[in-house]
């Protein structure tokens, strides 16, 4: 058009949360959310309600579709785990100090049942552990079978293919698991009589294992108390953090601990003594992931440590384990 100037301005993609909530906006049938209400608004609608409501069944429908393929590939024995009292053992989670934990427990242990029902020898086992024994054994198991070596390394895809293409059910024993395998000759959704079992030596991991606190010298263990989950999560998070920069400062992505400090808007030495943290001795990096450090051994008695791994130990006043 003469006599006009038309500029075009560049913006940034819509992410899958802005597009979600321009979809969802009623301003487009005349309405507002005001405080969880939905009240009629002073705007006319631009959009047929019907059209909108529409759009909003697609997504709700788009939304729970993913959220179970996302629930249904989180979990890979989903639906064919069983205690040796023949209760479902059902996906579940727990989170702490931010981080998600992955759980199958059995159906009385979920509804507190316990007590009152006959239940099997195993009530909640961790998830990831038991999914890479039983993927590894079938995909041994199968290589053998037809006189082929097995991988040890197993796609996310392929470990989802070899369950649901070979596993029919697996019984959880206090001492093994019983996998039965589909015959050549199953069909989707049948079991035959023929169907192979699979013995597999188990045994669930202590409960308590990661509560086996690192003890004091001449501390006796009653006396001793976990670190803080707050201070567990911040020690943590500052050790990654110093392995980040150190990191930085290997690869010369930084030129020298000044640029981190301009950068975080910290002091040199505030850098300095978080890097140091990079150096701990692999044994207290680990009890501090799993909240195994005496309560009082923080991110302040941590930094700027010895050298030398047994005398981290030594200045701390800890029997390392």
Not at 121 to 149: C, F, K, M, W, Y
Not at 301 to 320: H, K
């Amino acid at each position: 058009m003469r006599g006009y100037r038309f500029s075009v301005r560049t913006g940034i993609p819509f992410e899958r949360g802005s597009l979600f909530y321009l979809l969802r906006n009623r301003f487009y049938i005349g309405e507002v959310k005001y405080k969880g209400e939905i009240l009629p608004g002073e705007q006319p609608a631009i959009m047929e309600r019907e059209l909108f409501d529409a759009v909003q069944q697609k997504l709700t429908n788009q939304w729970s579709h993913r959220n179970h393929a996302k629930t249904k590939s989180d979990h890979l024995l989903t639906g064919l785990l069983f205690d040796d009292a023949g209760h479902r053992m059902i996906p579940t989670h727990a989170t702490k100090a931010g981080i998600r934990y992955r759980y199958y427990a059995s159906l009385p242990h979920l509804k507190g049942e316990s007590k009152t029902a006959s239940v099997g020898s195993v009530s909640r086992i961790p998830a990831t552990g038991i999914e890479d024994i039983v993927v590894n054994s079938v995909n041994e198991h199968l290589g053998a079978r037809h006189n082929q070596p097995s991988s040890s390394s197993i796609h996310a895809h392929d470990r989802g293919v070899v369950i649901a293409e070979q596993v029919v059910r697996i019984d959880v024993h206090k001492d093994r698991l019983i996998v039965r395998l589909k015959s050549a000759g199953d069909e989707e959704g049948s079991h035959s009589t023929d169907d192979e079992l699979l013995s597999i030596p188990w045994q669930k991991p202590p409960s308590r294992k990661s509560r086996q606190i690192l003890i004091p010298l001449g501390v006796s263990r009653s006396e001793v108390r976990p670190t803080r989950i707050e201070r567990r999560a911040r020690l943590v998070n500052a050790i990654a953090r110093g392995r980040r920069w150190l990191d930085e400062i290997v690869s010369g992505s930084v030129i020298n601990i000044g640029q981190i400090a301009t950068r975080q808007k910290c002091s040199v030495r505030q850098v300095n003594m978080t890097i140091s943290l990079a150096f701990l001795a692999p044994d207290l990096v680990k009890a501090a992931v799993e909240g195994r450090l005496p309560r009082g051994i923080g991110v302040e008695r941590l930094r700027d440590a010895p050298a030398e791994w047994s005398r981290q130990f030594e200045t701390l006043g800890l029997n390392p384990q």
